[in-house]
């Protein structure tokens, strides 16, 4: 079976700080992981996805992930905070079948 | 190319009624999944459907019944609505030859129908 749990259910950074964001999967198969971004209102926009090829992935708007098979982690960084960048993030994993597992999502808001 | 669209944006039934969501895939697309978002929580599968079949289904009742249609178009049905059922529906779809496997492809979202039950 497959899962992620979101550590914060709220971040806080200030404008230039960096962003991280933490995932955490289970799953009984190697994990294809994603994370999403939804911004008030609107659907959800793919970020960036783990597809095994490379462990350090990077995805649009200066977001990036590292997938660590030892931590069973694949949180999302970015060097610099942007005000654009408030929204909720949602980490997600690829169960059989092509269905997706959600967490329960995290919401970043960025400080001026 | 449109991606994922669905209607309609927003709507609100009483409790008891029947709702009718329609989603209309990427082009290219012809696998359909449905999510329910409720507030403050990440989506939760529904189900999925592929060549007008529902292939998967997550934990939800039967009230929630689905369609597919040749175009690859799908609607979501919803019976008997309850105060709970009030949420952001998503519609997601993925491509040819996604259906049923185990792949690393990502699913394209549409905006979603707000569904308020009162």
């Known amino acids: 079976a497959q899962s992620v749990t979101q550590l914060g259910s709220h971040v806080s950074v200030s404008e230039g700080a960096l962003v991280l964001l933490r995932c955490n999967y289970s799953?009984?198969?190697?994990?294809?992981l994603f994370w999403y971004v939804q911004y008030p209102n609107q659907g959800l926009q793919l970020l960036l996805k783990?597809?095994?090829?490379?462990?350090l992935v990077k995805g649009i708007n200066g977001f990036e992930a590292e997938f660590k098979k030892s931590e069973t982690s694949f949180h999302l960084t970015k060097p610099s905070a942007h005000m654009s960048d408030a929204a909720e993030y949602f980490c997600a994993v690829s169960g059989g079948g092509n269905q997706f597992y959600f967490g329960t999502g995290t919401s970043l808001t960025v400080i001026p | 190319d449109a991606g994922v669209t669905q209607s309609p944006t927003h709507l609100i039934k009483t409790r008891g009624q029947q709702v009718t969501l329609r989603c209309s895939p990427k082009?290219?697309?012809?696998?359909v999944s449905w999510y329910q978002q409720a507030l403050g929580q990440g989506p939760q599968f529904i189900f999925q459907?592929?060549?007008?079949?529902?292939?998967q289904r997550g934990n939800f009742p039967d009230r929630f019944s689905g369609h597919q249609f040749p175009n690859y178009s799908s609607e979501l049905n919803v019976n008997a609505l309850l105060l709970g059922d009030s949420a952001l529906y998503l519609c997601?779809?993925?491509?040819?030859?996604?259906?049923?496997?185990?792949?690393?492809?990502?699913?394209?979202f549409g905006p979603g129908t707000r569904l308020t039950v009162t």
């Open positions: 082009s290219g697309h012809d696998t």
């Open positions: 799953s009984s198969v190697p994990p294809y």
């Open positions: 783990y597809t095994s090829a490379a462990t």
């Open positions: 459907y592929y060549e007008e079949e529902e292939r």
């Open positions: 997601a779809s993925s491509p040819r030859g996604t259906a049923g496997t185990y792949s690393s492809y990502e699913q394209y």
